[in-house]
C-alpha cells in the first residue's frame, strides 16, 4: 500500500507548535507514511469562514486541497484548525455551487476543483492507514500505566455532518490511539468542550475559567495528563495556573515517545 | 377557409413539416410555447404522493398532467409512443419504490422496460432528458412536487419536441 | 422593524443560510454555551430576535463579540437552527458596516507573549475585521 | 356514445379559489357524450350525492365524472351513490381537481385550464367505461393478531368475544408487551400489572383465543378474506404442552449471567428463562447464547432436575400454515437508542437512565425490588432530574425523531410523584421545552405534580451531564424563562427517550404491502375517516405502530380495529374489486408470458375451441380468475399479441386519456 500523502502543516506549527510538526513528520516516517508539503501553502486562516457570500477567505484551503488533487494524494493535517477548516471548505467546493464557481472562477486551475480531495486527519490516517495494531505492534517504549485523558476540543469534531471525525458528543479516536501507545485512557465528559478558544487574548480570565473546569473534571476521573491536537487548546490549557492542572502534550509527541524516537530532537 | 381547411392546407402542412424537420420549433415559437407533459402515477404510491403533494401545497408547474394508472407496470410503452406522436415534450414515469410494489414486482417490470424503451427513443431523436422514470412513495409528496420541477425545467431547456411527433396531430 | 434593518436581517440570513423559523426555543443552544454568562443577548433569543427583525440591538450586543465559535449551538441544535451562524452572521453584518475591528490592531501586542501561536491571532483577525 | 354528466365540485374555496367552476362546467358541456354539466358548492354533501342521483335519472345519464378531490378521497362514495341511481358504480369517473389542480397552482388563469383539461381527460376515458359487475370471495372467519402487548391483546379479546377465533402472534416468550414493564399507569396511578395481568390470563383462557408466543410471521399471502400466513414457531427447547411452569428450572440453572432485556439490562437472568414472573404462557424458554449446554454440550442441570420432561434440547423451529380473514398489526415501539446523545452521559454513568430503566427500578418486581436507588452504588438518590424531550422533535435525524413522542410529558409528571410519595425527602426537577397535557385529567395531573408535590420544572434543555468526583451528576442547563444558568448536583438523571415503531415492522410492512411513513409509523388507509385500516384491504392497526399514544388511546383504537375485523369476519362473501384483467381469445397465442409475470397466480390455460373468421379451432387459451386477480396490469403489457386487458384501465382508455390530454 503506498502511504503517501499531501501534508498541509498550518502556520503554527512552524512556529509556536514546531514540536507537533516535528514529531509528527518523525513519527511518520518510522511508520512507513511518507509525508509531501505542500508547495507554497498559505495558512487557511485559523477559523473557518461561516459567511457563505465570503470566498475571498476560502481561497487558500482551496488552493491547497487542489494541490493535493493535482498530485493524487489525500490531503493530512494534524493542527485541529486545519483540519477543521480544510474540511469545511472541502465540503463548500463540493456541496454549494455558488462557493464553488466563484473559487473556480477566481483560481484558474486547469481543470475546476470540485471537492475531490479527502481530507484526513493525522489521527485518521494512523486508525486506517497505518492501523493501530501496527502501532502497538511497533510501539517498543510503551505508555504503560500513564493516565492519560485525551482533550478534543471543538475543531476536530464539530460541526460532526461535515466532519464525521468522530461521535461528537462520546468521542473515542484518540483513546483508542492512546491504548495503542500502551497508555490507560482516561474518559471525561468535558473532553469536547471548548477551551475558550481565540478568546483568550481579550478575555484570559475567561478562559482560564473554562480550562479550569476542563482540568477539574479531568483530574476527578483520573488523568495525570492531557493529550492535544490543537495549537490553541494547547496555549489555552499550557497558561493556566489554577489548582487543577495537569501536563499537556501533544498526541504526536505521544506517539515518538512509543515509538522509541528521542525526545528533544525536536527544536524547541 | 375555416379554421380546419387551413391547418390542414398543404402549404400549411408543409410549412410545419419543415419547421419540424429543421428543428426551428424552438426558436420561433418559444414565446408562446408551454411544454406538453405526461406524468404516468401508479394509484397506491406515486399518485397518492401527488396527493400529498397538494395537501402540502407543494407547487409544480401545470404543463404536468397526471394520468392514474393501478401499477407503474401498467404502462405499455405504447402508451409513452402515443404520447409523442401527440405532441409531448416529455413523459414521466412515477412509481412506489423498488421493492414498495403495491403488486410486489410491477416496478421492477418498468424498471427494465423503461431503460431499454429510453434507449430506444433516445437513438430514434427523443433525448434521454425528455423521459424519465422516478419512484416516488406516498409519503414523499415533497419529493414529487421537486421532481416534477425539475422535470418541467429540464424540458423547457430541451425545448419543443419535433421528433416522433405527427404533426398532423397538432392543434 | 426600519427598513434598514429588514436589509441587514436579508444580509444575516443569507451570510448563514439558517431558516430561523424552524426554533422550538427548547434552549439547547444557551445550555450548550460555554460563554452564556459573557452573553447580554442569549443565544437562543438570536432566531427570535432576528425574526422580529431587531437587528441593532443584536449588532450592538456583547454577544457577536463574545462567541467562541466553538460550534457546541450548532451539534446540538435539535432543530437545524445551528444558532452560532446567526451569531456569526450577525457579527460580518456588523464588521461590514463598521468597516473597523472590536479590537483595534494597537490594542494587540501588549496581549500577547511569547507562546501566543499564529493560530489565535489569526482566528482574531478573521473574525473581528473585515 | 354514452351520456355523461359532469358535476364540477367547488369543495367550499378549496377549488373555487383557484378554479373558475361554472367554466369548467360550461366546457363540459361541449364536450362528445356529455348531455349535463353543472357545479355545486359540496358534492360529496347529501345535496351534492343527490344533484347527481337525480340528474342520473333526469337525462337517463349512462356516464358520470365528478370533477373534485383525489379519487383517493371519494370515489368509492360516489361510485355508491351511482349505484343507489341505478347506474353501474364502475361508470365513474373522477377528475381531480383539487389535489392536483387547484392545491397545487396557485391563480385561476392557470388552475382553470389545467381543470378543464383534466375533466376532458376525465370524459374521454369514461366515454369507454363499460359496466363492470364485482365479483365474490370467500372469508375465513378467523384473525391473526401481530403483537402481543396491550394493543394486540386488546383486540383480540374484542374479537374474541364477538365469536370469532383469534390468534396472536407475539415476538418474545410472553404476551404483555411494554405495559407490563411499566409500574404505575397514569393519570389515575394504578398499578400497570394489577389491570395488565388479569387481561393476560383472559387471553390465556379464552377459548376463542390461541397463543403462538416466541412467535413470528414469516409471509403472508392472499387477500382480504382469505390470508395464507406462515408462522414460525421458534424452538422453546421447553415443551410448551408438558411443562408445568414450576420454574424449578430457572431456579436450579448455573449459568446466570445473561441480559435480562425485560429489566432493560439493569440485572442479569439465567439461561432458562420467563420474562417476568406473571408471563402468559408460564413457560421458560432457553437462551442458547447463554445455555452451557449449546455452548460447550455439557451441563443439562435443567433437563436432569424437570420432573416431567419438558426440556427438550433437540426441540427444532416449526412452520405453522394458517389462514386468516383478517389480520391486526400490533407491533408497538422501543425506545431509541441514547447512545448518540453522549452529552447525557449515559454512556459514562449508570446513574444516568431512560425512562424506561426507571419504571423497572420502581417496580417492586424490578431489579432494586422497587427501590428507587442509584444502579452504581445502590445509594438512594437526593436530587433527580428529569430530561425531556430526549431525541423527540429532533430533526437531526442521525440520533433523534421529528415527531412529539406523546407520552413523555404525563409519565415523567407520575415517575416525579410516584417518588414523592414514596420519597418525599428527593428533589425533583424536570428540563422541558414545553409541557403537553392534553387529555382527560391529564393537565390537572401535571399541575398536581407540580403544586402539590412541589416537582420542580424549568424550561430549558440541559446542555450537558456531568460525572463529579462525589459520584453525582452535574447537570448544566439554562432556565430560559429567568435567562439563568441552572446547575444541578444531581444524583440520578433520567431521560425521557423518543418514542419508534418496533423496527420489525419494516419487514411486515412488505410482506403485507403496507405503506409506512418516513418515521417507520403505518400509514392508514385515511388519517381522519379510515384510522384503524391499512390502504391494504382487510389489514387493521392497533397502539403505537400507527403513532405515538397513551394506553387508554390504544385500547380505544384496539377496539376499533376489532370492530372493523369483526365486521369483515361477519360477512360470508366479499365483494371483489372487477377491474381485473381480461383475455380476448382471438387474441391469445397460449405463449404464457402473462403467466410468468402475474405475482398472484391468477392466470390458467385451458385448451378451448374458439371460432375464428368461421374457422373453428382448438386453442390453448388463457384465463384469468377473477377472485385472485388484483388488476396491477402487468399482464396486458407483457402480453405481445395484446390479447389481455384490464378492465377499468384498459389500453383505449388509457390512450384516450394520452391523447385528450395532450389536445388542447
Redesign the interface.
Known amino acids: 500500500m503506498d502511504l503517501t500523502y499531501s501534508y498541509f502543516p498550518g502556520c503554527t506549527l512552524k512556529t509556536k507548535a514546531k514540536d507537533l510538526d516535528i514529531y509528527t513528520r518523525e513519527t511518520a516516517a518510522a511508520l512507513g507514511v511518507t509525508l509531501v508539503e505542500i508547495d507554497n501553502w498559505q495558512c487557511c486562516g485559523g477559523v473557518y469562514p461561516l459567511g457563505s457570500d465570503e470566498v475571498g477567505n476560502k481561497l487558500a484551503s482551496v488552493r491547497a486541497l487542489n494541490d493535493a488533487k493535482e498530485h493524487g494524494r489525500d490531503l493530512v493535517t494534524v493542527c485541529s484548525g486545519c483540519f477543521h477548516v480544510l474540511k469545511c471548505v472541502n465540503d463548500d467546493m463540493k456541496n454549494v455551487p455558488d462557493i464553488r464557481d466563484r473559487a473556480n472562477r477566481y483560481s484558474q486551475f486547469d481543470e475546476p476543483y470540485q471537492g475531490e480531495t479527502k481530507v484526513l486527519h493525522y489521527l485518521e490516517l494512523l486508525r486506517d492507514a497505518v492501523g493501530f495494531d501496527t502501532i502497538r505492534k511497533k510501539a517498543e517504549h510503551p505508555l504503560t500505566g500513564h493516565r492519560i485523558g485525551a482533550y478534543y476540543g471543538c475543531l476536530l469534531l464539530r460541526p460532526s455532518g461535515i466532519l464525521e471525525f468522530d461521535d461528537p458528543e462520546d468521542p473515542s479516536v484518540i483513546e483508542d490511539f492512546l491504548e495503542a501507545v500502551g497508555a490507560t485512557p482516561v474518559k471525561y465528559q468535558m473532553r469536547n468542550e471548548c477551551c475558550g478558544g481565540y478568546r483568550s487574548l481579550e478575555e484570559p480570565e475567561f478562559t482560564n475559567r473554562l480550562v479550569g473546569k476542563i482540568f477539574a473534571d479531568a483530574k476527578t476521573s483520573g488523568c495525570e495528563e492531557l493529550v492535544t491536537a490543537c495549537p490553541l487548546c494547547f496555549y489555552n490549557l499550557q497558561k493556566y495556573n489554577g489548582p487543577d492542572k495537569l501536563p499537556v502534550r501533544y498526541i504526536s509527541e505521544v506517539l515518538a515517545q512509543a515509538l522509541g524516537i528521542e525526545a528533544g530532537k525536536g527544536v524547541r | 377557409m375555416s379554421v380546419t381547411e387551413k391547418m390542414t392546407s398543404p402549404e400549411a402542412v408543409l410549412e410545419r413539416e419543415n419547421l419540424a424537420y429543421l428543428g426551428d420549433a424552438k426558436g420561433k415559437s418559444e414565446g408562446e410555447w408551454t411544454p406538453k407533459i405526461v406524468a404516468f402515477c401508479c394509484n397506491w404510491c406515486s399518485y397518492a404522493g401527488a396527493d400529498l403533494a397538494g395537501n402540502n401545497r407543494a407547487s409544480y408547474p401545470a404543463e404536468i398532467k397526471i394520468i392514474r394508472v393501478p401499477c407503474s407496470g401498467r404502462v405499455n410503452p405504447l402508451f409513452i409512443l402515443r404520447a409523442f406522436q401527440k405532441g409531448a415534450d416529455g413523459v414521466i414515469l412515477c412509481g412506489c419504490h423498488p421493492g414498495d410494489c403495491h403488486y410486489m414486482t410491477g416496478n421492477y417490470y418498468t424498471r427494465r422496460r423503461m431503460a431499454l424503451l429510453f434507449s430506444m427513443l433516445d437513438y430514434l431523436g427523443v433525448e434521454k432528458g425528455r423521459t424519465r422514470v422516478e419512484w416516488v412513495s406516498a409519503s414523499e409528496g415533497a419529493k414529487f412536487a421537486a421532481t416534477m420541477n425539475e422535470f418541467a425545467e429540464k424540458i423547457r431547456s430541451l425545448g419543443r419536441n419535433v421528433r416522433l411527433e405527427d404533426i398532423r396531430c397538432r392543434n | 422593524m426600519t427598513i434598514e434593518e429588514a436589509n441587514i436581517r436579508e444580509e444575516v440570513l443569507?451570510?448563514?443560510?439558517c431558516d430561523v423559523t424552524?426554533c422550538?426555543?427548547?434552549?439547547?443552544c444557551?445550555?450548550?454555551?460555554?460563554?452564556?454568562?459573557?452573553f447580554d443577548i442569549?443565544p437562543?433569543q438570536f432566531a427570535s430576535y432576528i425574526a422580529r427583525g431587531d437587528m441593532y440591538e443584536l449588532m450592538q450586543s456583547k454577544t457577536i463579540w463574545?462567541c467562541?465559535?466553538?460550534?457546541?449551538c450548532?451539534?446540538?441544535?435539535?432543530?437545524?437552527v445551528r444558532p452560532g451562524?446567526l451569531i456569526?452572521?450577525v457579527r460580518?453584518a456588523a464588521v461590514r458596516r463598521r468597516g473597523g475591528t472590536h479590537?483595534q490592531p494597537e490594542d494587540?501586542p501588549s496581549?500577547?507573549d511569547p507562546?501566543?501561536?499564529?493560530?489565535?491571532?489569526?482566528?482574531?483577525?478573521?473574525?473581528e475585521r473585515k | 356514445m354514452q351520456r355523461i354528466g359532469v358535476f364540477v365540485c367547488h369543495c367550499g374555496s378549496n377549488i373555487a379559489a383557484t378554479v373558475d367552476v361554472a367554466a369548467v362546467a360550461e366546457a363540459a358541456k361541449s364536450q362528445p357524450g356529455v348531455v349535463f354539466a353543472t357545479d355545486y358548492t359540496y358534492m360529496c354533501s347529501e345535496n351534492g350525492q343527490n344533484l347527481i342521483a337525480d340528474s342520473i335519472k333526469e337525462y337517463g345519464l349512462t356516464a358520470v365524472v365528478v370533477c373534485s378531490c383525489s379519487p383517493r378521497m371519494h370515489e368509492a362514495t360516489f361510485r355508491k351513490v351511482a349505484d343507489k341511481a341505478g347506474l353501474n358504480p364502475y361508470m365513474v369517473e373522477i377528475a381531480n381537481i383539487r389535489e392536483q389542480c387547484s392545491w397545487v397552482h396557485k391563480d385561476t388563469e392557470i388552475g382553470t385550464p389545467k381543470a378543464i383539461s383534466l375533466m376532458k381527460t376525465a370524459v374521454a376515458k369514461v366515454n369507454l367505461n363499460t359496466p363492470l359487475q364485482e365479483g365474490e370471495s370467500k372469508v375465513t372467519k378467523r384473525a391473526l393478531i401481530i403483537g402481543g402487548g396491550i394493543a394486540g391483546i386488546q383486540t383480540a379479546l374484542d374479537i374474541a368475544d364477538a365469536g370469532y377465533k383469534v390468534d396472536i402472534v407475539e415476538k418474545t416468550p410472553s404476551i404483555g408487551g411494554r405495559m407490563s414493564q411499566l409500574d404505575k399507569t397514569f393519570p389515575t396511578l394504578d398499578c400497570s400489572s394489577c389491570i395488565l395481568t388479569p387481561k393476560m390470563t383472559e387471553v390465556a383462557q379464552h377459548e376463542n383465543i390461541t397463543l403462538y408466543t416466541y412467535s413470528e410471521v414469516e409471509s403472508v399471502s392472499g387477500y382480504v378474506g382469505d390470508f395464507t400466513v406462515e408462522i414460525r414457531r421458534k424452538a422453546r427447547y421447553v415443551h410448551e404442552d408438558i411443562c408445568t411452569g414450576c420454574g424449578l428450572c430457572m431456579t436450579k440453572c448455573p449459568s446466570k449471567k445473561a441480559k435480562n432485556e425485560f429489566n432493560r439490562g439493569l440485572n442479569t437472568r439465567t439461561a432458562i428463562y420467563t420474562p417476568f414472573a406473571q408471563a402468559i404462557p408460564n413457560v421458560p424458554v432457553i437462551d442458547t447464547e447463554a445455555c452451557i449446554h449449546f455452548r460447550t454440550g455439557k451441563c443439562g442441570i435443567c433437563a436432569k432436575n424437570c420432573a416431567v420432561q419438558a426440556i427438550d434440547y433437540e426441540q427444532k423451529d416449526e412452520i405453522i400454515t394458517e389462514k386468516y380473514g383478517a389480520i391486526v398489526v400490533a407491533t408497538g415501539f422501543d425506545l431509541i437508542d441514547l447512545k448518540p446523545f453522549g452529552e447525557y452521559a449515559y454512556n459514562l454513568s449508570p446513574d444516568v437512565v431512560s425512562s424506561l430503566e426507571l419504571e423497572r427500578i420502581l417496580n417492586a418486581a424490578g431489579p432494586t425490588s422497587g427501590h428507587l436507588q442509584r444502579m452504581s452504588d445502590h445509594r438512594q438518590p437526593k436530587e433527580m432530574v428529569f430530561i425531556q424531550c430526549v431525541g423527540s422533535r429532533c430533526e437531526d435525524d442521525r440520533r433523534g425523531k421529528p415527531y412529539c413522542s406523546k407520552i413523555c410529558c404525563m409519565y415523567t409528571a407520575k415517575q416525579a410523584m410516584l417518588i414523592k410519595d414514596h420519597y418525599p425527602d428527593v428533589n425533583i426537577h424536570v428540563f422541558y421545552i414545553d409541557v403537553r397535557t392534553p387529555g382527560k385529567a391529564f393537565d390537572e395531573f401535571y399541575r398536581r405534580a407540580v403544586e402539590d408535590y412541589g416537582v420542580d420544572y424549568i424550561k430549558g434543555q440541559v446542555g450537558k451531564v456531568t460525572p463529579q468526583a462525589d459520584g453525582t451528576l452535574l447537570v448544566h442547563g439554562v432556565d430560559m424563562l429567568d435567562q439563568k444558568v441552572v446547575e444541578i448536583n444531581a444524583d440520578m438523571v433520567v431521560l425521557a427517550a423518543a418514542v419508534e415503531p418496533n423496527p420489525d415492522i419494516r419487514k411486515l410492512a412488505t410482506m403485507l404491502t403496507l405503506s409506512i411513513d418516513n418515521n417507520n409509523f403505518l400509514n392508514e388507509a385515511h388519517p381522519k375517516l379510515r384510522p384503524v385500516e391499512a390502504a391494504t384491504a382487510g389489514v387493521f392497526m392497533s397502539g403505537v405502530v400507527q403513532g405515538p399514544r397513551d394506553i387508554p388511546e390504544t385500547v380505544a383504537q384496539a377496539g376499533a380495529a376489532a370492530i372493523k375485523v369483526v365486521g369483515l369476519l361477519a360477512k360470508d362473501k366479499l365483494k371483489t374489486n372487477p377491474c381485473v384483467a381480461q383475455s380476448d381469445e382471438l387474441y391469445c397465442n397460449g405463449c404464457s408470458v402473462c403467466q410468468n409475470v402475474c405475482p398472484y397466480g391468477a392466470i390458467s390455460y385451458t385448451e378451448k375451441e374458439v371460432r375464428d373468421h368461421g374457422v373453428r379451432d382448438t386453442r390453448r387459451i388463457a384465463q384469468v380468475n377473477p377472485a385472485l386477480c388484483k388488476g396491477c396490469g402487468a399482464c396486458s403489457v407483457a402480453c405481445p399479441s395484446g390479447a389481455m386487458n384490464l378492465k377499468g384501465f384498459s389500453n383505449r382508455q388509457i390512450m384516450a386519456e394520452v391523447d385528450t390530454v395532450l389536445c388542447q
Open positions: 443569507l451570510i448563514c443560510g424552524r422550538m426555543k427548547c434552549g439547547k444557551s445550555a450548550s454555551c460555554p460563554a452564556y454568562d459573557e442569549k437562543h463574545n467562541l465559535g466553538c460550534f457546541a450548532v451539534e446540538r441544535c435539535p432543530r437545524d451562524k456569526d452572521g460580518q479590537l494587540i496581549r500577547i507562546d501566543t501561536p499564529q493560530q489565535l491571532l489569526m482566528s482574531v483577525l478573521r473574525r
